[in-house]
């Protein structure tokens, strides 16, 4: 079971850091974050690999967001910095077997976290 949350509402330039907590099971070979905003398909934002951390990023976010990863603590995060009124969405971590930026490659889902930026 993944676990996300951190959510809120901040305003344009600002910061959030979403965790997703895995229970009863490690983590698969990738984590990942979608987000979707109203309207809009489900979106590729960044993926991480497990045991070693190699990180994946859509072009949208680069150089502001960072994925990372507790091994200990079971728990992956999103770091965001310098958002933007476009990142406003329900952000959703998950868990896949191999490394993809598609949704239906990913097998297990947090149940979503709002972010939302003022401008």
């Known amino acids: 079971q993944l676990q996300a949350s951190g959510g809120g509402l901040v305003q344009a330039g600002g910061s959030l850091r979403l965790s997703c907590a895995a229970s009863?099971?490690?983590?698969?070979?990738?984590t990942g974050w979608f987000r979707q905003a109203p309207g809009k398909e489900r979106e590729f934002v960044a993926t991480?690999?497990?045991?070693?951390?190699?990180?994946y990023y859509a072009d949208s976010v680069k150089g502001r967001f960072t994925i990372s990863k507790d091994n200990a603590k079971n728990t992956v995060y999103l770091q965001m910095n310098s958002l933007k009124p476009e990142d406003t969405a329900v952000y959703y971590c998950?868990?896949?077997?191999?490394?993809?930026?598609?949704?239906?490659?990913?097998?297990?889902w947090g149940q979503g976290t709002q972010v939302t930026v003022s401008s």
């Open positions: 009863g099971r490690t983590f698969s070979t990738y």
């Open positions: 998950a868990a896949g077997s191999s490394y993809s930026r598609k949704t239906h490659d990913y097998d297990y």
């Open positions: 991480i690999s497990w045991p070693v951390s190699m990180r």
